[in-house]
């Protein structure tokens, strides 16, 4: 299914579509997701929250660094494993404004996982900071990076515009200390 969003937006997205780019029988797909919508759901459900659950999760590999460092890497190349993947981000972001399946299953992760994710890392790096003062930050970090990615997709980034964006999110979490 990502290749097939990747390739033709979700708009291209049908049962033949994907059933042919996994190489199964259409009625096969048909049988397990039921309809369109059905697959569409389960890919945002399982395949875009475990992407989404790796990027802001606490990565058992970099769990010893400060919170800093693995801030900035959400800037850096590989934060989205490949372009096909902040492709598909981004048609998802669009798609929301028009589909109201997609905006709540988005919404769900966000306040449900993601940034609950993001505040638990928070609290950890930073115990003195009051809970409110940890959601804002939070908050304003996932903006942050989320801006910074949709101005990679239109040309606006350079290695400048990355130093500045985690120096950004460096002053955010300097708040934390107040």
Known sequence: MAGVVARDGLTGITIANVAAAAGLQRTLVLHYFGSRDELMASFITNAVAEYGDRM???????????????????????AYHSHEDL??????????????????????????????AIEQQLGVAYPQADAERIEQVAYALACLVEAHWYFHLQGVD?????????????????????
């Open 87 to 116: 492709v598909i981000w981004a048609e998802l972001v669009a798609r929301s404004a028009r589909d109201q399946t997609v905006r709540q299953r988005l919404h769900e992760l966000w306040t449900g996982r993601w940034l609950p």
């Open 158 to 178: 350079s290695s400048s515009r990355t130093r500045q964006a985690q120096q950004a999110a460096r002053t955010l979490l300097a708040t934390l200390d107040d």
């Open 56 to 78: 802001v999760g606490d990565d058992p590999r970099h769990a010893k660094e400060p919170i800093e460092d693995r801030l900035d890497r959400l800037f850096e190349p590989g």
